[in-house]
């Protein structure tokens, strides 16, 4: 046992690196023999020298409501989370499989309507989500794929079994802190990933530039491709640039790009230049201020007619986002059944549903023990944390709950599982989860690991970067020693 | 490249070199000032001039009742009120990276980035009141790291000749700019009683003259000589003349000399400059006024500053071809203030 480790105390939880107090799980026992064997001083040491180098990087994102464009780096814990090879096998295939449902699902609600004429899902519950886009029924989208991309949140509970807490079928952040994160564990122990069968993350650029070049319109060999952001003062702009960079493609603000006979082009100094594939970074409702939001000054007019008329790609396309809906996110299950006539690999946690009378009824009886979440908002904005709660924000959430129940769903509070995460000069128990990425071109890769993300304060269980969350790098092992 | 690409590399250097001139300014001022003598009794002759070359003399009168060092360094170098302090310019060199990212180095971005973590530190400030020379240095440190690696990082593709543009306009502009603040002193030499060898000495300093000078003139602190070599020396590179033949060299490089009746505006209006300079004498100049004919080259700088922006940027004969759909409210090139930011502001999956 390390001096590392002396003190540290997994607790009631699910601990991923210790299965008791003194016995770290055979996965860690590379890391226990390396990292383990170094001194709080030194260990500390280490951590700060990544830290700076994050700030000198400007690996950084922004901080709203707080003073104008505040930059933070995201806090970055260098122990690394582990997943054995088995384990992540089984993680692969059920997102595999959920993105194929999603996808399905997506192309049946733009176009057939099988699902809900065959009364699996409920026609008021599509219709009323706040990103189904009718403008888009019908549509023929390149290759039938909605989603190319796809962050799906996955925890695990005191049993360490696997969940998957949402899907994030828009514009899903954070690849890049995935990448960053590698790059500061090879920077700060050089030498030990080589000696350790830890499965490399670092061809998600080549596999993302794969993934949007297979959806540009057929008669283009080397297609354009673009990474379009809201600009400089958006929260996720270090990404965007980072992705961009990955790939080898410009990155652009929509002042930068024009429309002309359909087409969408990029204003260079050498004139304008076609783009035939956009990966967008901006919601559905910034895209083009003459079909969504009039007040749009960061998307392009007349990008949807380009789009629907096929000599654009967008990924994701529009209209994604009825499928993370919190509330339709209930009923992937049954999608699963329905389209592929398999049971899901990865469950959903049990979802209580505001729109259902029945259901309801049983949210507001029990809101100090549920987490209640407004459906669709993301980033850990508009939730209720029922054990964490005072008795006057259970009963302002029960107001709006009521006034609007078809925007709340509730779920138990799950025990997410811990991993040690350092704080000062030791190691204390973290509640975690994991974002593994997902991509859908010619076929579907899902990169190895993922981001995992660290409620940093103590007992918290919000991960997101926005309410105080950290990250990891997370390693999945090549194969299991026995 | 992207026609806003293109403008935020030009400013990036452009307001970069800003940083460095300034420091410059600052410290050879204020190292001429304390070995000074007589001369220097009323030192707000030599610190007057340096805002007259930011062009902030009426900003600062606005803050401080007189000129003095002191307060000359402090509006200058770290006030974030003042729009052309070293500080801000360094936060809109950075800025400007920031925006173009992916297309720079990852070691020039740290540069800039670098600099500005530590101007925004309570170090840098504590630097500034307790060793001004170092706070100065380690900016000037900072520029000729980014020199350096543009230089040893950056394909020389339009990257590379934007990048020349913006630091060869700004030093043409700061050049043009220290002369004019000696064009109303005397060009006498001592031992006549009107002669200001101080201040000669400051603009040579200034510009990094000083030793490159001292090896071309025999003739030692001849102010005629001094402002020859400054504006019309075609080897010293922060001199006016070598400036302009950078930038032309970097405008062929990006459109071609091209034959005379396609000639595109800023090819037009640097070529014809730079024959001016090729061919005047300093006779001539003195004949006509130094005032008046730094003038004259302080508007051909600000009409082919203009063209760069016209012709790569905004492109006004492109523009007539779009289709007509709402008139973009963004403006389309570098980073200047901050714009609405509230507007790119939403939640983050």
Known sequence: MSSLFNDYQPGSFFDEMFSTPDAAREHYAGIMGSIGTLTPPEYAARQRTADAVFLRQGVTFTVYGDDQGTERIFPFDLMPRIIPHKEWERVESGLIQRITALNMFLDDVYHGQKIINDGIVPRELVESASHFRPEFMGVKVPHGIYIHICGTDLVRDGKGDYYVLEDNARCPSGASYMLENRNAMKRTFPGLLQSLPVRPVDAYGSMLRETLAHLAPPSVIDPNIVVLTPGVFNSAYFEHCYLAKQMGVPIVEGRDLVLKNDRIFMRTTKGLKQVHVIYRRIDDDFLDPLVFRKDSLLGVPGLVKAYQSGHVALANSIGTGVADDKAVYALVPKMIKYYLDQDPILPNVPTYLGVDPKECEYILANLPNLVVKAVNESGGYGMLMGPHSTKEEQEKFAERIRANPRNYIAQPVLQLSRHPVFQGDHFEGRHIDLRPYVLYGDRIHVVPGGLTRVALKKGSLVVNSSQGGGSKDTWVLWDDQE | ?349
């Open chain 2, 1 to 349: 490249m992207l026609s806003r690409v293109a403008d935020s590399i030009y400013w990036m250097a452009r307001y970069m070199e800003r940083a460095e001139n300034l420091s410059r300014l600052l410290l050879s001022t204020q190292d001429l000032l304390l070995d000074a003598g007589e001369e220097a009794a009323d030192e707000s002759q030599f610190w007057g001039p340096i805002l007259m070359t930011t062009g902030d003399e009426e900003r600062y009168a606005k803050t401080y009742p007189t000129i003095e060092g002191e307060l000359v360094a402090d509006f200058l170098a770290l006030r974030a009120d003042n729009p052309n302090s070293i500080l801000n310019c360094v936060r809109a060199a950075r800025e400007n990276a920031r925006t173009v990212r992916d297309q720079i180095s990852d070691e020039l971005w740290e540069c800039i980035n670098g600099l500005r973590l530590f101007l925004e530190s309570p170090e840098a400030a504590a630097l500034h009141q307790s060793q001004r020379a170092s706070f100065y240095e380690r900016v000037l440190v900072a520029s000729y790291q980014f020199q350096g690696i543009a230089s040893s990082t950056t394909p020389r593709d339009e990257s590379w000749h934007f990048l020349r543009l913006g630091l060869c306009l700004e030093r043409a502009d700061k050049t043009t700019r220290l002369i004019d603040t000696c064009s109303a002193i005397s060009f006498d030499m001592p031992p006549n009683p009107l002669a200001r060898p101080l201040r000669w000495a400051a603009l040579l300093r200034s510009s990094s003259a000083w030793h490159a000078f001292q090896a071309y003139s025999s003739n030692k602190l001849n102010p005629a000589d001094i402002v020859e070599y400054l504006l019309l020396n075609d080897t010293f590179p922060r001199s006016f003349a070598w400036c302009i033949e950078a930038m032309h060299t970097a405008l062929i490089s990006l459109c071609g000399s091209g034959r005379l009746e396609d000639m595109k505006a800023p090819v037009r209006l640097l070529g014809r400059l730079r024959a001016d300079i090729a061919y005047i004498t300093m006779e001539e100049v003195l004949k006509e006024g130094l005032h008046e004919f730094i003038d004259q080259l302080q508007s051909k700088l600000n009409d082919i500053g203009a063209s760069f922006f016209q012709t790569f940027v905004n492109y006004a004969d492109i523009t007539a071809e779009i289709e007509d759909t709402s008139s973009p409210a963004l403006s389309v090139g570098a980073w200047h203030k901050a714009v609405d930011d509230n507007m790119q502001i939403q939640q983050q999956q």
